[in-house]
């Protein structure tokens, strides 16, 4: 599959902002959420709190509302995680990024991992749902049997990172291992940051074009996360890009979707 450019016009047509500071305030919601109506990103991920307080910044607007469950460390029992699931949806969330147990993971308990995620899969109902692996801390044999669980449960993505482990964000090796592993049935998002950094002259892709990317983020807690579109999805929805940086006392992303290739990153 040859790669599509990632035009700045594209990417900020597809793009979404996410704050998930534990700090927040009303008042640096309400900036953050009028900043990306004004960028005309697609979606914002906020904290499952902060929902509601969303609504009215986004009145009339087209933004789409994503939320995290078990965030950030993915120890809740798997009914906690489907409460917090089914609250988002009744709140107005359109995508559920959920973390997956890893101590499951790394004990190899298998069916407990797809029994917590069909948890959340039930009810998060037919919003798109995104496991988070947080492979960083995780052998290969684990990032495999997590995709395979992810897969098996009806998830629409598997995600790198959350961004708020020691471990660290994104590999291109994670990404590409995944990407192996899910064969382009489900979506891929690399996030929390690449180690070493994606750049266009070592992803096969072509640099974006346009001057409204913001710059490399300097922040050890920032950093590029890509999702990538499945070829062959159970669920036809997917996004692409994310690029963090930070802004005062809180985490931004950026991300957006285009028509990537699995083995392929952008910077």
Known sequence: MSPTALTTELFLANADHTLLAPSTTPAELETFLLAARELGVARVCISPTLI???????????????????????????????????QAVSDGAAEIDMVVNRGLVRAGDWSGVEAEISAVREAATDRVLKVILETAALSDAEIIGACRAAEAAGADFVKTSTGFDPAGGASVHAVRLMADTVGGRLGIKASGGFAPPLRSENSGLPAPRGSAFPARPRSSRSGTTLRVRPRTPARDRARDRDRATDVGPCKVSICARSQLSPATALD
Do not use: M
């Open 52 to 86: 509601e307080e969303a609504a009215g910044p986004l009145r009339s607007s087209p933004v789409q509302v994503v939320t995290v469950v078990g965030f950030p460390s993915g120890v809740h029992a798997a009914e906690v995680k489907a409460a917090e699931a089914a």
